[in-house]
């Protein structure tokens, strides 16, 4: 190969700009996906203030027990909860308040009517720092019936199992 065809490498303010603009997940609704079948995602920002941006780079958040709601022309999220900031003062957050969400009115306006819709749902899946600014991942979500999930958890196992099976007959290079 040509050493013009090398990649330079980079530099130290490159390298701090990559992991400064990379996604730094904070918290997982991993219940979402279990719980819900996911049909469409969009990105939005939250409005914050200042203790709760302090929490979350301290990595303490959860998302559990949250969904989202349209009011207004305006998108909310309710039920996340940030913790209080430890070092924070008299204007520390209230951990469980609804927080507004930063979306453009023709999504809101779209997710509104999707939810307006029987069995449809709007639920976070993933809170996370990306080029320094909080987002929230928020899923268009139906919810499963019991039976749902049940055979949702027998094809992962099966799919387990088919792999191990695969890994073992598997023909390694020999040395």
């Known amino acids: 190969m040509p050493k013009e065809w090398k990649k330079p490498k980079m530099t130290e303010a490159e390298r701090r700009k990559a992991e400064a603009d990379s996604k730094k997940v904070v918290a997982r609704n991993k219940k979402a996906r279990h719980d819900y079948l996911i049909e469409d995602t969009w990105e939005a920002g939250l409005v914050l203030s200042g203790t709760e941006v302090k929490a979350l780079r301290m990595g303490r958040a959860s998302l559990v027990d949250a969904w989202v709601e349209t009011k207004d022309g ?13 070092q924070g003062s008299w204007n520390n957050h209230a951990p469980t308040r609804k927080r507004k969400l930063l979306l453009h009115k023709a999504e809101i ?53 088919a792999e191990r099976a695969m890994s073992r007959y598997v023909k390694r290079p020999q040395r």
């Open 109 to 161: 306006v779209r997710l509104a009517q999707k939810v307006a819709a029987k069995g449809y749902t709007i639920v976070p899946l993933e809170l996370y720092f990306i080029g320094g600014k909080a987002k929230v991942e928020i899923a268009l979500a139906k919810g499963k019936q019991e039976f749902d999930k049940r055979h949702a958890l027998r094809e992962a196992q099966d799919k387990r199992e």
């Open 74 to 86: 305006e998108a909310w999220l309710y039920g996340a909860n940030i913790p209080m900031y430890a």
